[in-house]
């Protein structure tokens, strides 16, 4: 079966197609067929070695969706021809996070789902919701679930509470639409007059060209009466991170997320005391913020925003579009469509298991 | 100005109208002319003797709507005109409850807001929503901070919960309404087929007709595919509250809000345990949950649930109609329109502060 | 391997050795050699069938330190020789309960531990303190990890707190050396004034005989000068439970953690709602609880209190002891001493596992 | 009355002794005659202007404890005679913080307790314990609900856990003696080997020597198994902070209390991200937080560590010593012995309160 596989750190041009194997089916285990995946700056930053070292070669992606094609004898999660979304960090299923559960993420160090065929744990994969096409469900796992953590995880949101986001990426338009799906305020920040538009039709309360209002963190505390918001989505990092705290409500809270190049972040310590803010992180996701996100998009009949979709064989394409920053919503790669592949051929399953 | 009296336990008739003078004004204080005030069953339960005993003559009511019309020389936070609502619990301006924050209570033991001119710590008012007109504004002290409570203060309700309400009176009509605003299903139950249906036209995710329904738990465990609900809110007590841990998911939460008439629960212990049931109650309601109520109805434009309203005079009739069970909503009493009502005249202010 | 089985519902006498062949070990399990079993209250209830029915003959008994004689080849968590505590709800690792985490428990419907041999998963099992005898270890997975959930789990229990346990069984006293530990005040409930004198000598700050005082939440809020007790442990059920509703402080909390005869809880629904009482219960045990009271113990060095040691041959006469009521503290079954007991014999593992 | 005032920003010669009339007592009042003050680095920095302006001249300190010598007519929760401590933040009762209730501040923008008579509002002092003499109960405001607040308000430590202090100053000392009472482990860091040899004599589970180990953070994750502590206090900032969260196990806890000159923390937030770790930060404190001290305080019977007290005509020997960064413990100035003082005098009292 077909994988694409990092060879070596670089750039779209580091990928290339291998034949590999059907992966074996464990007694837990599922065997996927992946019909669409979709990428995260995370597998961007694997690729051009900005993200620690990994064994290569490497399958990367982390997010996707799948049909049942095979389980193993002791699975009754799952039956063959369901729908279902990997969780992306296999051995974190429920509670707080340790460092066994956060070890193996798919997509680095484990391999991830750009393939045609896919083996998982039956415990690390949810129902697709079924009013998602492929593309949708597919961008649920990463961004959904980052988005979901920050906001109802750790953030404690509420019905009325004002949250910002930066920029239009995945997580933050997830967050914009789960947040105005909670009753909470959304005050999206861009560069582009264009995007805030769109993130304005999409029901944000705000938006604020950043391009206009570098010092944007004035206008947060203006459009909140002086108060400033009890939640900012940071994924920039750097030493605009002062802002984001400057905007912040007493007592609120900083969703530390991402970041540009050098990956510090420069905290002016007297504001941030001054304020009692609470900066939080977090890394990987559970199957049950997994689980609990997917209730909200049913609940709601959520649709997440797709920017774009490629073929598989354009999957080098599909990276250099997401390194381009100019992505509206997720990036999707198409690997097979309902009932398309070739079958699974003979698997090499292990004989028995537990 | 003119007030009216409980000055014996018993029925509406128990009610009458005295003239008393004008309250007194101390520094911190605001003086206020009520323009609508919304009743509850615990002014009822008060009136009828069946909610301990208070001092008499009492003015009963604790939800109002009302004008500044004089303030105390200490106060910066309202001025002159504004229209407020006062807290029903003076003294719980925030954090958790204590016994002497929530000692003091409008409508008993404290004198309450059926009166023309009330007067009240400016510390213990919150800014009516501008979008609310006078009937609607009047209705959100009691029952709309005890639904946001049950829901958001103790209930950790996220989007795509699913919560049980339990008729249709006004603390479960505005949980419809926040939990629905806040992302989450709800199962409203009704003996009434009529009422089931306005509360689906209201939002309501499903109805359960519980009349002919009356093992209700298995409905709401089939809705939720066998998971129970994430939260029960309990308005009966009595033998019924098994049915609402029966219906609660494993480690759910059930709130006791309320009763019929012997005012005790009687809990299968072996249920509740196996389904790790929290059940929770509180009484009284801080001003730091009122304003959070505020924000959520502002952000949401959301517009309380009026039954109906009585003019002043007609009281008596408001307390036998909210006494009938039969209303859909909350019931108002109109006591003096914008602008009107005569002014407060000489007042007897304290010459020396609270 | 010998194993005690209970064959019908009924008294100690309904207890009978059989011989059953050496648990098969699967991938992912460990073979024990059970040490010592401590009993519970849950053992007894389930014996005289009064806790659901389950399939017969079922080898009681949850809570036991063992050996690890054998592991399957996928284990890499512990290794053979290792002492360690199986977790009484196999299923539940982390996190929250949900149904399928709290559905087998050992001891019913799960066989337990009341066996020469018995097989857990690797997951579903913790190493034992070294600071512990056999009979200390076998303690701690019942009684221990439900006392500390009660305090630390949902209890939020800090120091300076003030705890009520009601009696001296193992909760009770699990519960009072982990709150003395975790710095809070303690006060014990017993109708032994001997009792009291062992409790005391045990740490208890205050002891309050209720043969003698009754009405004991009197006592307990004129010990924390009129506020209550931030938690109280009530084991009892019934109509008591108003007393201990009574004396918890107003936002407090009452643990249910068991009951008497009849298995229900009366609840004054006017009393509890005036003090916004939360009443929490709980079903079974996470491995992480667990755990953490591993650390808690190691930390203090603490040791649980025995009441007495049974051999094996005579363990219907532990259940009997059991049955009586007099134990202060917890009744053990000893099973086999280090280097003790055959070995394992020819043992029917499946072939190959995952 | 006297009173120390900073009459401009500097070293301790900034600091004069003026004569100031007798405080006025509003109807909500106390009068109090001071007996002993404690310093904090904050007063340092306010006085050396690396804490923003202030009006000058200012009264410095804000933790003292002292007498009641009038109360104003409307107080019930003090009479004179009584022994109290006044909290440094006084419109924070209870709950979380907002901008209102932390922007006074005894010491600066207030006036603050390095006087011989001061007046605070009687909802802003809590009694002290009896245990504690005048030195050490003057301590407890600021460093001691400092600790308490990021150990238990915050940081949610249970028994068992483990929690890295830096250096043995005023919060170190107080966290190390709380943690302890509360079951947790205390590693203790400092650049002395001395003041770890009396940092173990105090109960400090390990200490670590940063003059020889300056990467103390792997000798935190030898000490804990290769987890991590669950909390570190980390008190300088800076570049250092990616110490404090590489020895923070994963899901845990950092809380930033104080930095070095220049007032920034770098964090790595890649590495903050792999470990999942939350940064808090708090500014000012509740009485709620004072009293559960007060109540921890009690039920231990602890006392704070002194290093050494002033006559208060030696105060600016106190800062002077304060400003070495020599002192393990707490700096005192004894202001009155009990008894001491000459009578507050003619009060120029306001005629009606606030």
Redesign the interface.
């Known amino acids: 079966m077909k994988a694409l596989e990092m060879q070596v750190a670089g750039g779209p041009e580091a990928l290339r197609f291998s034949n590999r194997p059907t992966p074996s089916v464990?007694?837990?285990?599922l065997l996927l067929r992946v019909r669409c995946a979709a990428l995260n700056y995370r597998d961007w930053d694997i690729l051009r070695g900005a993200?620690g070292s990994f064994q290569l070669p490497l399958v990367l992606g982390s997010d996707a969706v799948a049909e049942v094609v095979q389980v193993?004898h002791?699975v009754t999660r799952f039956a063959v021809g369901e729908r279902v979304l990997p969780t992306d960090t296999p051995d974190w299923?429920?509670?707080?996070?340790?460092?066994t559960r956060?070890a193996r993420r798919l997509g680095g160090p484990l391999d991830g789902v750009l393939a045609e065929l896919i083996s998982v744990s039956a415990e690390a994969a949810v129902r697709a919701p079924a009013h998602l096409g492929d593309e949708e469900a597919s961008t649920l796992a990463g961004a959904g679930v980052t988005a979901w953590q920050a906001l109802?995880g750790?953030g404690g949101l509420?019905?009325?509470?004002t949250v910002v986001v930066q920029g239009t990426g995945g997580v933050s338009l997830f967050a914009l639409q789960?947040a105005r799906?909670?009753?909470?305020?959304v005050i999206v920040l861009s560069r582009s007059a264009q995007k805030l538009e769109r993130a304005l039709a999409l029901g944000a309360t705000f938006g604020v060209d950043t391009r206009r209002t570098p010092e944007w963190q004035h206008e947060v505390l203006r459009l909140t009466n002086?108060?400033g918001a009890d939640l900012v989505l940071d994924v920039l990092?750097g030493t605009a991170v002062a802002r984001s705290i400057a905007a912040t409500?007493?007592?609120g809270r900083v969703a530390?997320?991402?970041?540009l190049e050098d990956?510090?972040?420069?905290?002016?310590?007297?504001q941030?005391?001054?304020?009692?803010?609470?900066?939080?992180?977090?890394?990987?996701r559970?199957r049950?913020m997994f689980e609990?996100?997917?209730?909200?998009?049913?609940?709601?009949g959520l649709h997440p925003v797709i920017d774009r979709s490629f073929a598989f064989q354009d999957a080098a394409a599909a990276f250099a579009h997401l390194a381009s920053g100019a992505a509206f919503g997720k990036i999707v790669v198409r690997i097979a469509g309902p009932g398309e592949g070739t079958p699974p051929g003979p698997i090499d399953s292990?004989?028995?298991?537990?």
């Open positions: 464990a007694a837990d285990e993200y193993g002791g299923i429920t509670g707080p996070p340790d460092e956060i109802y750790s509420e019905p009325g509470h789960l799906f909670g009753g909470a305020n002086g108060r990092g409500r007493v007592g530390l997320l991402g970041f990956g510090t972040a420069v905290l002016d310590l007297k941030a005391i001054r304020r009692s803010v609470t900066l939080a992180t977090s890394s990987g559970s049950d609990a996100l997917v209730r909200a998009f049913e609940a709601g292990r004989l028995a298991g537990s």
